[in-house]
């Protein structure tokens, strides 16, 4: 038996049709609308069809259309889609714990036999765990529920109990004690673990054959370049201004600097459009938008969970999923992913001291 509530949004007397929200998440990630509704498992044909109701609606445009560089988000898209991911995240946590209990109502059981439980994350944008959320459809030990937000964001929803596990990322390098102080309110919370997941690297995204030649972050201030970033309290923007400051980079000597996306493939599509010269982020970003690569720096990507939950059923085996062969290998096959030996848990302050 599935139980499930929908969060359902209206504009004045227009109703938002929960599709169009997946449909705008898959544009900003994919930068092409036919991509997007593949993501979105829509027609091409139904999908315009959602985003001109939409506009007529709503009176504006939610994407912009541009010959030869594929869809992005017009101004109204990406607000829409900023604010319904936020509060969407908050209310959902509360709509999880009333299936729950409708289930307990109805059935007599919260975790019924051959049902597989329910684990949520909420984890900063990787291409390897938005992979696990296709391949591990059919796992029968875990229904895993995947949602991308900025590292810090990802901490905040499992102070509130939002989530199971978040994840999170810092550079592996010398001296960021700066940045990981941000960290140190959640990981230094009673009963919170940690988890080494896998290591990346990050680095300037640049049009093949870097024709701006960019080899370093103080290239990015250079006249005449267009910079794409990631929003603020992502883990990659946090990275990105701790290394800015090491170097003595001012922000405001970046024209595009606060022309912000929200996942790594959206700044890689935005690049790969034309609409920028370079972005920060993920080499295999890069390379799935056949753009040129220049490596900055080395991170580890963490898990993050309270001890109680560590052994519940669907956490043990979605842990045991991230645990295995199969995993290091789908980590390995991805441009600047290198896997760990083994998941090893400690005391979450443990990572950053």
């Known amino acids: 038996?599935?139980?499930?509530?929908?969060?359902?949004?209206?504009?004045?007397?227009?109703?938002?049709?929960?599709?169009?929200?997946?449909?705008?998440?898959?544009?900003?990630?994919?930068?092409?609308?036919?991509?997007?509704?593949k993501s979105a498992e829509l027609s091409y044909r139904h999908a315009w069809g959602l985003l001109e109701t939409a506009a007529t609606q709503l009176g504006d445009q939610l994407v912009l259309r541009q010959q030869g560089r594929g869809t992005l988000l017009a101004p109204l898209g990406a607000k829409l889609l900023e604010g319904m991911v936020d509060i969407n995240g908050t209310l959902a946590a509360s709509l999880r714990q009333g299936e729950a209990r409708m289930h307990e109502h109805i059935s007599g059981t919260q975790n019924a036999p051959g049902v597989p439980a329910k684990v949520s994350l909420y984890a900063s944008h990787d291409l390897a765990l938005a992979r696990i959320r296709d391949e591990s459809k059919d796992n029968p030990g875990f229904a895993l529920t995947l949602n991308f937000h900025g590292s810090l964001d990802c901490l905040a929803a499992l102070r509130r109990n939002q989530c199971e596990l978040a994840g999170f990322h810092l550079p592996a390098i010398p001296g960021t004690r700066t940045l990981a102080a941000q960290f140190i309110p959640f990981l230094s919370l009673k009963g919170w673990r940690a988890a080494h997941l896998l290591d990346r690297t990050q680095g300037l995204m640049v049009k093949a054959g870097n024709p701006k030649e960019l080899t370093r972050l103080t290239d990015l201030a250079q006249r005449g370049l267009r910079f794409v970033n990631r929003q603020p309290g992502s883990g990659t923007r946090l990275c990105l201004d701790f290394l800015l400051a090491q170097q003595g980079v001012a922000p405001g000597n970046i024209h595009g600097y606060t022309h912000e996306e929200f996942t790594h493939a959206a700044v890689a599509a935005t690049v790969a459009s034309g609409m920028a010269d370079a972005a920060f982020g993920i080499e295999a970003a890069a390379r799935e938008q056949n753009l040129d690569f220049v490596p900055i720096v080395s991170e580890h990507y963490y898990l993050a969970a309270r001890a109680s939950v560590l052994q519940k059923p669907g956490t043990r085996a979605l842990l045991d999923y991230l645990d295995s062969r199969e995993f290091r290998r789908l980590v390995n096959s991805l441009a600047g992913y290198r896997s760990v030996a083994s998941l090893q848990w400690v005391n979450a302050m443990d990572i950053i001291q």
């Not at 139980?3 to 990630?29: G, K, N, Y």
Request: proline share 3%; hydrophobic share 50%; charged share 25%.
């Open 1 to 37: 038996m599935k139980i499930s509530a929908q969060i359902r949004w209206t504009l004045d007397t227009v109703e938002i049709e929960p599709r169009l929200v997946t449909l705008l998440e898959a544009v900003a990630r994919h930068g092409s609308l036919q991509e997007a509704a």
